[in-house]
């Protein structure tokens, strides 16, 4: 069965500093994975999303991820973090290949210190 | 903008009650889902209906159902309410069944629900 590893569920890194969120993946196709972002008191955004078509998918706000299948990783990535970008972050993988159903992470928490 | 509504921000039921849980999406999409949301464990899906009339469990359906009777519109049911069931509740709904590659799901604002 497909699933996803977040291996931090806090993080923590001062405003202007990069952002590294990690995600790992347990599948047995290539799968579809997303980021998707939910700030306090409001619903869960789409970040970014990856389906095979290039590796290093580029998001909003300045967040890109990449895919790779060596390391079933699917890390995310920001050069400089902004105090907006403090929020739950969610790895999502695809289940079956065609099929909608999708496995969300447990989530990891970023806190941006100004 | 795909916009998802759920009826409810805030909800406090008794144990016992029968709560229903509205979701109404705008933009035509043939998926919709259920999912709650509890501290260090992601979201969970509750049911998936693809259809108008169409549900599939999730991974945790038990004590929950639900019901699809028009294709913008997708309720959760608790057929008697338990404090284990406090939680946040999100709806999303995606474009189609159809496509091999996986859509989008468009969230709602979630309603967090107290049963006491």
């Known amino acids: 069965a497909q699933s996803v590893t977040q291996l931090d569920s806090h993080v923590s890194v001062s405003e202007g500093t990069p952002v590294l969120l990690r995600c790992n993946y347990s599948?047995?196709?290539?799968?579809?994975l997303f980021w998707y972002v939910q700030h306090p008191n409001k619903g869960l955004q789409l970040l970014l999303k990856?389906?095979?078509?290039?590796?290093l998918v580029k998001g909003i706000n300045g967040f890109e991820a990449e895919f790779k299948k060596s390391e079933t990783s699917f890390h995310l990535t920001k050069p400089s973090a902004h105090m907006s970008d403090a929020a739950e972050y969610f790895c999502?993988?695809?289940?079956?290949?065609?099929?909608?159903?999708?496995?969300f992470g447990t989530g990891t928490k970023l806190q941006v210190i100004p | 903008d795909v916009k998802v509504t759920q009826s409810s921000r805030y909800l406090v039921k008794r144990t016992g009650e029968k709560v229903f849980l509205e979701c109404v999406q705008d933009?035509?999409?043939?998926?919709m889902f259920w999912y709650r949301q509890d501290p260090g464990l992601g979201l969970r899906l509750i049911y998936f209906?693809?259809?108008?009339?169409?549900?599939e469990k999730g991974d945790i359906p038990e004590g929950y159902s639900v019901s699809r009777e028009k294709k913008e519109r997708f309720s959760l049911i608790l057929e008697s309410a338990s404090t284990n069931q406090t939680s946040m509740y999100l709806c999303?709904?995606?474009?189609?069944?159809?496509?091999?590659?996986?859509?989008?799901?468009?969230f709602g604002p979630g309603t967090r629900l107290t049963v006491l």
């Open positions: 999502v993988v695809s289940r079956e290949w065609g099929y909608q159903k999708v496995t």
């Open positions: 990856y389906t095979s078509a290039a590796t």
């Open positions: 933009m035509d999409h043939e998926n």
């Open positions: 599948s047995s196709y290539s799968p579809s």
């Open positions: 999303a709904s995606s474009l189609s069944l159809r496509r091999a590659e996986l859509d989008e799901q468009f």
């Open positions: 209906s693809y259809d108008v009339k169409m549900k």
